[in-house]
């Protein structure tokens, strides 16, 4: 048996034709919808990158503990799991988070892997004279904006940009290995994430008027700009949504050329959505999670029950995908882990749970039940307690530094830190967010009320969706400041 994820970043469902877009051109994906089961009811979990990712490996919720940060010495890594079993696993991507101090222990989980280079800002080819960046909406200051357009020098070529080279190199293990049996291959591009930078030829798919100056490359804040410059911004999006389509269709190719729909799980998937004017937002973290963010797009074909063109409304999310794949090459799920194998799911159409929670670290709570979404704001601003448990204390792209670390205490195991206390460090939200006065708790009906347009009062729904959002938050282990900093922590006996 053989198991192929095609994961992308930031992709959005709601652009997508399978999930009813009429507009963007992206035929692979619905050429993946009738070969695929379609998933309805996909939520993200820990939020952003590598909270996400983490749920990938460990199959937990992230963002009750900790923030952004690198697998830790307890984790339970599925890709390790599966190569200890005999599974070969090989990740290749452009995703260069994977390479910073906050990201450093995922790649090596595999037993091989592949790094390219270029994408927002990495740290790549090394230029002392400024580049030339032309007039920008909406620019950003900083080492990683200059850096950007310096790496643009050198992938003026569609063959020499990141997700080609992920792709291609993808597609050479599979050309490469495809007779072979019990591998695992993870192709993960950080595209359409922002910068939305492609070629041309997909820009010329979505013929605009556009003569301002260049953007694309949103901020992370409220829509300030008018409505020519949003639309301008979505179509720089879907172009380059479009070229991930030709590279998908790249991989269907490949899987058609080899008749590998035998014995091949394909699992198709991303970790969020991004806003592109919707509500008058741009981007993510600082918007609460409305489902342009949470509602997310996911494709998944199991050739062992061989169910294709057919959708499920089961709720499902990241945690998922490492019991799926554990299931699927017969290793055993680790007693830590919280999702559930989508075997059943994509055979039986079996149910998963009641509820999920999804968020962000020092964020909203947030919990749905499938029709109703209860988004819980944080009471205390930024005065309320967070701390990060973690035996690894880096974030996105460096180590705490010593004046973090001052107030550090050693807090007891949770129960699957495997007997391993773990420091507890003061933390903060996200920097995104701070000075911003905290997001206040909404209910939405999705049945009645699907784009979340008129959050709903309704006092005995509520309290239904806190005693789900308190059930699950009690499962993950949550501490006792997280129900504190929402409100709920009188319904906790601690």
């Known amino acids: 048996m053989k198991a192929i994820m095609v994961m992308f970043d930031s992709l959005n469902r709601r652009l997508l034709p399978p999930y009813g877009c009429d507009w963007t051109h992206a035929p692979n994906f619905s050429r993946l919808a009738e070969r695929t089961v379609r998933f309805d009811s996909c939520y993200v979990g820990s939020m952003p990158c590598m909270p996400a990712r983490r749920e990938l490996h460990t199959g937990r919720y992230n963002f009750l503990h900790r923030s952004w940060g690198p697998l830790e010495p307890f984790d339970d890594s599925m890709p390790a799991a599966l190569s200890r079993e005999g599974v070969y696993t090989h990740l290749t991507s452009d995703h260069y988070h994977y390479w910073e101090d906050g990201g ?19 740290p790549w080819v090394g230029q002392v004279a400024d580049p030339d960046i032309p007039d920008c909406i909406a620019p950003r200051e900083g080492i990683r904006w200059r850096q950007d357009w310096v790496n643009r020098l050198h992938m003026a070529r569609e063959q020499d940009q990141p997700q080609a080279k992920t792709m291609a190199s993808g597609l050479d293990f599979i050309e490469r290995n495809h007779d072979q049996d019990n591998w695992f291959l993870q192709i993960e591009t950080f595209d359409p994430h922002e910068p939305f930078y492609t070629s041309q030829h997909y820009k010329d798919l979505y013929p605009d008027d556009w003569d301002g100056d260049h953007f694309d490359w949103p901020p992370y804040r409220e829509v300030e700009e008018d409505e020519a410059t949003v639309r301008h911004m979505r179509h720089q999006y879907v172009a380059l949504l479009s070229m991930c389509d030709r590279y998908l269709g790249e991989v269907l190719d490949q899987m058609d050329r ?19 004017g919707e509500k008058d937002w741009w981007a993510k973290l600082v918007p609460p999670w409305y489902n342009e963010l949470a509602n997310t797009p996911l494709f998944v074909w199991d050739p062992r ?7 499920r409304s089961q709720l499902v999310q990241m945690i998922d995908m490492a019991p799926t ?19 059943p799911v994509l055979a039986d159409n079996a149910a998963t749970r009641e509820a999920v929670l999804f968020g962000h670290f020092g964020g909203q709570v947030n919990v749905t039940d499938g029709r109703f979404v209860y988004m819980r704001g944080n009471r205390l601003g930024d005065d309320y307690p967070l701390y990060d448990y973690t035996l690894m204390p880096t974030r996105m792209a460096d180590r705490f530094r010593p004046e973090d670390l001052q107030d ?19 933390a903060e939200a996200f920097q995104s967010q701070r000075g911003r006065a905290p997001h206040p708790s909404m209910l939405f009906d999705l049945e009645n009320d699907p784009d979340q347009n008129s959050p709903l009062q309704d006092p005995e729904q509520e309290r239904r969706m806190q005693d789900l959002m308190v059930g699950v938050m009690l499962e993950s282990e949550a501490p006792p400041e997280q129900f504190r900093r929402i409100g709920l922590d009188h319904l906790v006996d601690f």
């Open 258 to 276: 080899h008749n590998m729909w035998d014995d091949t799980m394909l699992i198709v998937c991303t970790d969020h959505g991004f806003f592109l």
């Open 305 to 311: 029950c061989r169910r294709a063109g057919e959708s």
């Open 408 to 426: 550090t205490e050693l807090a007891r195991p949770f129960g699957f830190t495997k007997g391993c206390p773990v420091l507890r460090i003061p």
């Open 104 to 122: 450093a222990t995922y790649h090596t989980q595999y037993q091989s892997w592949e790094f390219h280079r270029g994408q927002e800002g990495d």
């Open 325 to 343: 794949l554990l299931d699927f090459f017969g290793v055993d799920i680790p007693a830590d882990t919280q999702g559930v194998p989508l075997g």
